[in-house]
């Protein structure tokens, strides 16, 4: 003899409690669409048009850029914008210093900030959080208030028109040390605390237990800087005059003087392309630990 079936259950809306809506129901697509993808494709159009517009105008001829008739594609995909703007000035020069620069700057900044967020973190020092106060102060100043005190401290002790002088002034990043220590806060104090039973000195401990941990808050603080060291245009316009220590963007203000008149729109659009192409192969590498690096460094407790 068969148990007989139970009897169907009823499920009601607790008195006072809100009934969500099911996911695809007309009321929360509609509440997707319009809350979710709408404002992101808006933002992604905003930021990827201009530049689609001067990747095809780096292959437009000057006539299809100055027109009145607006035209978005080339009539024909030629490199001409190209090497132009590689022959007209010493382009090979420039990117060889961005890269210098680049490179030099983005690897002592990070490593500085390992250091000193460790430091603030782990290490047992007065005055500790009084330090940390004025990196924030520093984090909170515009960049552009120090120029003319770094322009007298660097062209008197010689640094203009040489690459250490474009290199030296941005050395400190109050950013990267901020987002390390606040995800250094977050790691469980037991391991480390059970590596200095081991043994293990502070050094050990930050590259053998930290770092290896902390790898998506490293890359994140890699990719903002290298990004920032490439794309720097103010201070290596101001502290270097001679073309033979100038950076790409710099170069770049060169390529237009030299090219001057509506004619040169293609030209100066192709050097803008080769200045970004390094910088997005970079991002390309580094994306998948932006989002991981920021939210790590956004917990404490």
Request: aromatic share 8%; net charge positive.
């Amino acid at each position: 003899m068969t148990a007989p079936a139970p009897a169907p259950v009823e499920v009601t809306a607790t008195a006072g409690a809100p009934i969500r809506p099911r996911p695809f129901s007309s009321q929360n697509l509609v509440r997707t669409i319009a809350g979710g993808y709408i404002p992101l494709i808006i933002a992604t159009l905003i930021v990827a048009l201009p530049l689609l517009w001067m990747v095809l105008s780096s292959f437009k001829t000057p006539g299809e850029i100055v027109t009145t008739d607006i035209k978005l594609l080339p009539k024909a995909l030629v490199s001409d914008n190209y090497r132009e703007a590689m022959t007209t000035v010493p382009f090979a020069r420039f990117f060889l210093n961005s890269t210098i620069v680049t490179a030099v700057g983005a690897i002592v900044k990070v490593t500085l900030a390992i250091l000193t967020a460790y430091a603030l973190v782990f290490v047992r020092f007065p005055f500790k959080n009084l330090i940390f106060i004025l990196i924030l102060i520093a984090l909170m100043v515009p960049p552009q208030v120090s120029i003319l005190p770094n322009y007298v401290l660097i062209a008197g002790i010689g640094g203009k028109n040489t690459l250490w002088g474009i290199i030296l002034p941005g050395l400190g990043t109050a950013f990267g040390t901020f987002l390390l220590r606040q995800h250094f806060m977050t790691l469980p104090a037991s391991i480390l605390e059970a590596a200095e039973i081991d043994g293990a000195g502070h050094w050990k401990r930050l590259w053998s237990i930290v770092v290896p941990v902390s790898v998506p808050s490293i890359a994140t603080v890699a990719l903002v800087t290298i990004v920032s060291e490439w794309n720097d245009y103010i201070w290596p316009l101001i502290i270097t005059d001679r073309p033979d220590v100038m950076t790409l963007p710099v170069g770049l203000t060169l390529l237009q003087n030299s090219e001057g008149g509506t004619g040169s729109w293609g030209i100066l659009m192709a050097g803008a392309v080769l200045v970004i192409v390094p910088v997005l192969v970079v991002f390309a590498m580094l994306q998948r630990y932006i989002v991981a690096g920021l939210t790590q460094g956004s917990v404490t407790g």
